[in-house]
């Protein structure tokens, strides 16, 4: 009994098709009736408004067969939806349940009947590079690895690649060098000319140099003589007019007059004064003679001498002397232009408790 194979089906449909397709084009050709020329023009009329009317049926059962599919179908999702949500929140809470109070970690015998231990374990080899993989384990064997075939291919187009490359650098190498055998020669040709180029510019320069460095000299010399003799001159000229203020000056003359103060003939001033000429001095000394016979008096006390006024005589025959003698000496000009030194006597007053100013 010979078994159909769907080969065989597929083949004797289309010889049936091919047979079929046959006889219609035999019972077009070979039918006289269906050969005449011509025909009804009314029965086709008839029969393509029959057909038009036919389609706009056909077309309309169409689209209320399509809406009600789509009203169908609309109603399935909605209903597929709902299924799906009710049908998710009890898997969740069938989950949340399971995982809650159903783990199977729990169990006693989880250890035994776990699922995923054969996954859990290392495989036998993971790779090349495996530290598993001993001389005794017999897992890899020289050029057994996993990436042979790749890595052969790699180093082939490795190979391939290094030779290419290398060609490439020996030509460029000899392009290389022979640019750079013309770029030293013309390089070397340059050099010599800028050597003989800087060789007379430098000559060109000492030259100009030399010639301006003397003309130089010369000028610093010239400059420097005549800075000289102006210096030297100048300093003459200053220590000329030096001595000649000095010897004309009111320092070295010492003269009496400067010390006269702006207030009264009876004051000096102090910074000028350059002390008491000897009739100043000398007329000091005789009031103190008097003074001193005056104390020597059976009376202890003289009577106010003429010429002196109430004040005078109020202040003391001393004071008033005192100050009579340094008015009168401030009001006679000195005899002598030289500097006076005061020479008190033995019973003469300090010249610090003299001074005319001291009222």
Known sequence: MDVVQPNDLEQAFCVARRRHAELCRQNQIF??????LGGDTKTWDIQVCDRKIKEATEKARHETFAAELRHNDKMMCILENRERRGRRHLCKALHDFQQSFQKPELRREFDLSDP??????????????????????MQRFMGEDLNFHARQRFQQEQNREWFLQQQRERKKARADQKRAEDLYTEARLQFDQTA??????????????????????????????ERKSLEKKQEQEDDLAHISNLLRGDL??????????????????????????????????????????????????????????????????????????????????AQSPGRQQPQPGRGAAPAGKIFPGED
């Open 196 to 225: 003989q180029d800087l060789q007379h510019r430098e000559r060109a320069t000492r030259r100009a140099v030399s010639a301006a460095v003397k003309q130089f000299n010369k000028t610093q010399a010239s400059e420097l003589a």
């Open 252 to 333: 070295l003359s010492e003269d009496p007059q400067q010390a006269v103060s702006s207030f009264g003939p009876h004051r000096v001033v102090p910074d000028r004064w350059k002390g008491m000429s000897q009739a100043q001095l000398g007329h000091i000394r005789l009031v103190q003679q008097q003074q001193m016979q005056e104390k020597l008096a059976p009376g202890g006390r003289a009577p106010a001498r003429r010429g002196l006024g109430p004040a005078e005589g109020r202040e003391g025959p001393r004071r008033g002397a005192v100050r009579a003698a340094a008015a009168a000496a401030a009001a006679r000009p």
């Open 31 to 36: 039918n006289a009736r269906n050969r005449i």
């Open 116 to 137: 995923l231990a054969r996954r859990r374990e290392f495989p036998a080899r993971q790779g090349d590079n495996d530290a598993r993989n001993t001389v005794s384990g």
